[in-house]
């Protein structure tokens, strides 16, 4: 979970606890490398720079300086179904806005990783009146988690929301076999029915099939994944819906 306090928590490679963690209050800078000196985070390891980088601590965000001359960072949000930011060799001052991130630095071979924590993200409260007068503005994909064209996508979505950002996109088969203890009439073409509503709904162009055997991943597939968890229009939370009563027939 991301802390509530203004300040950031850094969790070192094989952290035993939370006296091993490192606290920045806003403005405050954490130096990381190989050498023992003039670092506040040491990382034993050969193919660390030993000036590595410097993270500091902002009030809901931290940034990110990378002093390595040859290695291209990663920052990931290993809550976001491979949601990353890449800081290229030199780049400073790199802002960072997950609340929960995962530093990796490539290390003759090996991928090290530590562990940032930022403080819990504010947002605006929703107006419980009526608002600016005008028009309602038009929602930016109109789904309905009813219908069962958003239960073959949020199936199509599982494995990447499942913490596995670069899992094989599921067949056609296995989505049917993962919907039909809750939509017993599942088949193949009703799933690439719903597939093919979806491209024309959520207007994505068609991709390139590129078929193989025992296996159909096509650019359709693709596309709507990316679409689908690059906008979160499918979440953690709609994976239940997997398990929850039978949707309706209709996907309109």
């Known amino acids: 979970m991301a802390v509530s306090l203004d300040s950031i928590i850094v969790v070192p490679p094989q952290c035993e606890g939370p006296q091993e963690q490192l606290r920045l209050g806003p403005g405050e800078r954490l130096a ?3 050498a023992a000196t003039g670092n506040d985070l040491v990382i034993a390891h050969a193919g660390v720079s ?10 809901a965000y931290w940034i990110l300086s990378n002093h390595s001359a040859h290695q291209t960072y990663v920052v990931e949000n290993p809550e976001g179904a491979g949601e990353h930011i890449k800081i290229a060799p030199g780049r400073q001052d790199a802002p960072i ?9 490539p290390a003759a071979g090996d ?4 562990d940032v924590w930022a403080p819990c993200h504010g947002f605006r409260a929703r107006a419980l009146g ?19 064209y958003f239960a073959v996508l949020t199936a199509l979505c599982e494995p990447r929301l499942r913490h596995a ?3 094989p996109l599921p067949t056609v088969d296995d989505v049917v076999e993962r919907l039909r203890p809750t939509w017993p009439g599942a088949s193949r073409s009703a799933v690439n029915w719903n597939i093919d509503y979806l491209a024309l709904k959520l207007r994505l162009r068609p991709g390139p099939e590129t078929p193989e055997p025992g296996r159909r991943l096509n650019g359709k597939k693709e596309s709507l994944v990316s679409l689908a968890l690059r906008f979160d229009l499918v979440r953690d939370e709609d994976l239940l819906a997997l398990s929850s009563p039978a949707h309706r027939e209709v996907a309109s």
Do not use: M, Y
Request: without cysteine.
């Open 97 to 105: 806005p997950f609340e929960f991130s995962r530093v990796v630095l």
């Open 32 to 34: 990381f490398g190989r």
């Open 111 to 114: 991928l090290l990783s530590f």
């Open 130 to 148: 009526p608002g600016v007068p005008g028009a309602t503005t038009a929602p930016a994909f109109a789904l309905d988690r009813t219908k069962r």
């Open 165 to 167: 950002p670069h899992a």
């Open 50 to 59: 030993r000036v590595a980088g410097e993270i500091t601590a902002h009030r």
